[in-house]
């Protein structure tokens, strides 16, 4: 019988222990179904993780080692090699291993932290042939960074999301011509730092409003159609542009990695297809908890892990029966030009001093007022000279923003133009 | 030399094969390919069809309704996936109602008992996601699906098991008759042979045209298809026709053997026997077409789409016979669909020509009907799963995280007969790289098991055909 079980031993899982512990949980386990912990950070080798927490620019591996060392010293249990096949409601956790083999343990509290998956080509729809060549970027990431493998000579990456980007500069370095990045939205995908770094330092041109149409190729990729979007996405019939390549490294989004929590049959969010939380980080059924990508995608680790560490902290206190329940509910609710709001629910009783509400805009805004409402009245706003969707945002709220009257709706939106 | 060479290893092949294989004859399999089932087998919509739909007569109707009550046992004795689930033909209006009982009609002549003609009212009871608009339908309660490629491996696994040789990589090029002897130029040398079973799909008429006069041609047919996440499975139970009109057959909308939703096909004829393309054109048709039987198919849901390359003959029946002018060549060919569903009795047929041709064979003493079992760890209760990692424990590690399949299973299916050499060649056999995330996960690892269990430089490693090279180099630091 554990305290805590915590599925998955990445940047999220990690904090979320390691949390759990400092908050007086001796039984805590970690199941981890890679070889190592550290989730996606293992293939991360660049820089610029870490600038908010420690304040200095780490690697993927570096991050992660900071926490693993932390999870060695406190004692904490983790099994690797250990894949999770199924939670149920009571809180029973049966994963798989070749060692232990088939394993059911009973925990008091749970916390999901498996990550994101990326999105296919199946899920783009590109049509064409289908030869070896395409990858995902995460999976290009993994072959060239940890196993030591290339993957193409003459690369086409299709979208520009942060791993696209980043694996455009990898593979420059190692020697192969990234001929194009494109972009289907008329806005990258990805953070401005990357685009900067990872493509213009490198001279690799970034095309927005524009897709591929199908793929070309018996065996290996010999290359693909390019076109052109006009405002509403559709094809601008005569766009179509033949452009050799021998790869076509795919970076069209990720996804929550949720096929155990829908097999709990938990509340989900149409729009981050995470889990819907509350403050506590705590989903639709009680005692289990979330946190990280498997919640909503992240950008920045360090949001991660305090997210992680709001998740590992009250899944303590549910073990310990010191959750509270009861009391007022606040929901907050997506406004003009915001697609979600990550805690979908806050009960006031368990704030103690301020909530965070994490969120992501529809679209790329310039000097714009982000304006915060309680029951529909502004409380607070924000001047901000530019939103993307790509970046995550961050709004921290006092505690006395939400006790000062008995709202029950919190909503944010974006007003664009003078007041 | 050999007594029997058939030409082919997709599904006609493969059971021709296994059936002679309780005979004693020195048999070999070519094909040109790396695997089995790579062609047509491998892309269809992988139904196992009652036989309502041929005209009576011709040999279609009659392998068709022979061979769907095989299955039970076939697919009991290669350990293969198979389930009646039952089809309904959809109509939307009087006319296509008037349609609905002409093909009832033609059923029943074909001689077939189990089909109904369902009204409205009792569509819904059926099937709850059907479209309003539909009027009736035609139900067949015996209807099935299958894994076809699952079938072909394992009947090729089973037919290597009681003595036919598989060479693959043995691309036909030239055939010669003298004497009572065939000699067959192949791209791994000359094979000799007192029969030939000419089972090479779309290029069946190119096969018999080596040897024999120009007796048909086969055209290729193009349909399109989208594969669904098995989280949209329960969109439909059954497999959904729609009624055939002027305007072409209809699409599809049915489930898998595995609980995935395949939609499509459409027709369209082509000149090119290597084109496997897919058209954002063509599958938009299909998406809007598919539609018209149910309203909210998730698209959003797709995970891959396909092509498969139906082998038409002009005059429309499967070609089963021995050519006139050079005896001993057997052709198969125009073996389009219901070619997977007629299967069983187009080999049995086959059996029963050439054994006629040859005025009998002897039975071995020792065949085995039966293929190994295959362990699917996912199938498993939960006793028998610590069981089994227990006795291997590589069926504890887990390799493809949306199929759940274990290294054991891919090891087994590596070193099986007629086992699996390729990326593809593992997720045909045992899935990984089959789910929503389609290898992205698990195909690292699966190159690696392959590397290692073939003892080959992992760089060798191909995705499906020889040519499709995965990694191209080893990075500097390494
Ligand atoms: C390529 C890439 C580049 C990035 N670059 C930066 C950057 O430069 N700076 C920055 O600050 N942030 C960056 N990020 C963001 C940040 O690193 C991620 O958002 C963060 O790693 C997410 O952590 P996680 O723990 O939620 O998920 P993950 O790291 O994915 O960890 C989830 C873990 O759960 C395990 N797991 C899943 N399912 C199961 C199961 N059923 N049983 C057992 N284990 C399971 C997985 O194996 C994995 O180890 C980047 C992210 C990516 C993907
Ligand atoms: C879109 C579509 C949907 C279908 N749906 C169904 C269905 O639902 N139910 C049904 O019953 N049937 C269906 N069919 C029909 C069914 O798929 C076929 O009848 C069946 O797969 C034919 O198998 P085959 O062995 O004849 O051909 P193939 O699988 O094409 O095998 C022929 C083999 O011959 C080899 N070959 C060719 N030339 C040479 C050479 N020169 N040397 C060596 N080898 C050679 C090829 O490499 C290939 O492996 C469908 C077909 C299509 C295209």
């Known amino acids: 019988m554990y305290d805590v079980a915590v599925i998955g031993g990445g940047p999220a899982g990690l904090a979320a222990a390691i949390e759990a512990r400092r908050n007086g949980i001796q039984n805590i386990l970690v199941i981890e179904r890679d070889r190592e912990l550290g989730g996606i950070l293992q293939q991360c080798i660049h820089n610029g993780f870490g600038l908010h927490i420690f304040k200095e ?41 070749s060692k232990d083999g088939f394993v059911s343990i009973q925990a008091k509290s749970i916390i999901l932290a498996m990550g994101c998956r990326e999105r296919t080509r199946g899920a783009i729809g590109v049509a064409g042939t289908r030869p070896a060549g395409v990858f995902t970027a995460g999976t290009a990431q993994r072959y060239l960074n940890m196993e030591g493998y290339m993957v193409g000579k003459k690369i086409v990456i299709l979208g ?111 729009v981050t297809k995470g889990p819907y939380v509350n403050e506590a980080m705590e989903t639709s059924v009680s005692g289990i908890f979330a946190c990280g990508n498997v919640v909503h995608v992240h950008d920045i680790v360090d949001y991660v892990t305090e997210e992680s560490r709001i998740a590992g902290r009250n899944a303590a206190k549910y073990a310990k029966g010191e959750l509270k329940t009861e009391g ?37 805004f310039h000097d714009v007022r982000m304006i915060i409402k309680a029951d529909g009245e502004k409380i607070r706003e924000i001047k901000k000279s530019h939103l993307l969707p790509g970046e995550m945002e961050r709004v921290s709220l006092d505690i006395k923003a939400l006790t000062c009257k008995n709202i029950a709706k919190l909503e944010v939106e974006i007003c664009e133009g003078e007041e | 030399m050999y007594d029997v060479v058939i030409v082919g290893a997709g599904i006609i092949g493969t059971f021709i094969a296994r059936e002679l294989s309780r005979y004693k004859l020195k048999i070999a399999v070519l094909d040109k390919l790396n695997d089995v089932a790579c062609a047509t087998t491998k892309a269809n919509s992988a139904i196992i069809h009652c036989g309502y739909d041929a005209k009576p007569g011709t040999l279609k109707a009659k392998l068709n309704v022979l061979g769907n009550p095989m299955f039970d046992s076939i697919c009991e004795e290669l ?80 037919a290597v098991e009681n003595g036919v040789e598989l060479l693959l990589n043995t691309e036909v090029s030239a055939i010669e008759k003298n004497d009572e002897l065939f000699k067959v130029q192949t791209t791994a040398g000359v094979i000799k042979a007192r029969y030939i079973i000419n089972c090479a799909g779309v290029h069946a008429d190119h096969i018999n045209n080596m040897v024999s006069k ?64 897919t058209t954002m054109e063509r599958l938009e048709h299909v998406r809007t ?59 049995q047929y086959v059996v029963q020509l050439i054994k006629e041709i040859n005025g009998g064979f002897a039975e071995k003493e020792d065949f085995n009907p039966h293929r190994k079992k295959v362990m699917r760890f996912i199938e498993l209760g939960d006793k028998e799963k610590a069981e089994l990692i227990k006795n291997d424990p590589s069926y504890g590690r887990i390799i493809c995280r949306c199929e759940l399949i274990t290294e054991g299973e891919i090891v087994d299916a590596i070193h099986r007969k007629a086992g699996a050499a390729t990326l593809d060649g593992v997720k045909r056999r045992v899935r990984p790289g089959m789910g929503r995330c389609q290898g992205g996960f698990c195909s690292p690892r699966v190159m690696e098991i392959l590397a290692r269990e073939l003892n080959k430089d992992i760089l060798e490693i191909v995705k499906d055909s020889r040519a499709s090279k995965i990694l191209t180099g080893i990075t500097k630091e390494q």
């Open chain 2, 214 to 277: 120009e007796w048909f041609k086969i055209t290729p047919r193009r349909g399109q298809y989208f594969v669904l996440d098995k989280s949209a499975g329960d969109l439909v139970s059954k497999v959904i026709f729609q009624c055939p009109t002027k305007m072409g057959k209809g699409v599809l909308v049915l489930p898998t053997v595995h609980g995935n939703i395949l939609v499509g096909p459409d027709s369209e004829d082509i000149e090119d026997k290597q084109n496997l393309e």
């Open chain 1, 328 to 364: 007022r509910l606040v929901e907050t609710v997506p406004g003009n030009g915001i697609s979600y709001i990550v805690p979908h629910t806050i009960r006031v009783n368990n704030i103690e001093n301020k909530v965070d509400l994490l969120m992501r805009v529809r679209q790329v």
């Open chain 2, 79 to 158: 350990d293969v996936h198979f389930k009646r689930v039952g089809s309904l033909v959809l109509a939307f209006n009087d006319e296509e109602m008037n349609t609905l009982n002409e093909l009832y009609q033609r059923g029943i002549q074909n001689g077939l008992k189990n089909i109904y003609v369902v009204e409205k009212e009792q569509l819904k009871s059926l099937e709850p996601n059907l479209s309003d608009s539909a009027a009736g339908a035609l139900y067949a309660p015996d209807c099935g699906i299958i894994g076809p490629f699952e079938l072909a491996v394992a009947l090729a696994e089973n």
């Open chain 1, 57 to 97: 620019e780490l690697t993927g591996p570096e991050y992660a080692e900071r926490f693993v060392n932390e999870l060695n010293e406190l004692g904490i249990e983790y099994k690797l090699d250990s894949m999770v096949l199924e939670i149920t409601k009571d809180k029973k956790v049966h994963y798989v291993n």
């Open chain 1, 160 to 270: 520009s999301g942060d791993i696209g980007l980043i694996m455009a500069r990898r593979l420059t370095l190692e020697g192969a011509e990234v001929k194009i990045v494109l972009e289907r939205m008329p806005y990258p995908g990805g953070l401005t730092r990357n685009i900067v770094q990872c493509l213009n330092d490198y001279n690799i041109p970034l095309k927005v409003s524009h897709t591929i149409s199908s793929i070309k190729g018996k065996d290996r990729v010999e290359g693909v159609t390019i076109v052109q979007l006009d405002e509403s996405g559709r094809i601008i019939p005569g766009s179509e542009q033949f452009m050799e390549c021998d790869t076509l490294i795919l970076s069209v989004g990720l996804i929550p990695e949720n096929e155990l929590s829908e097999k709990l049959e938990m509340r989900l969010d149409k």
């Open chain 2, 289 to 347: 077409a598919a539609m018209k039987s149910i309203q909210n198919i998730p698209f959003d849901k797709s995970i891959t789409s396909f092509t498969g390359l139906r082998a038409s003959a002009e005059k429309g029946d499967f070609i089963i016979e021995e050519s006139n002018d050079v005896k001993g060549l057997i052709n198969v060919a125009g073996i389009e669909s219901p070619g997977l569903s007629a299967s069983p009795a187009i080999a």
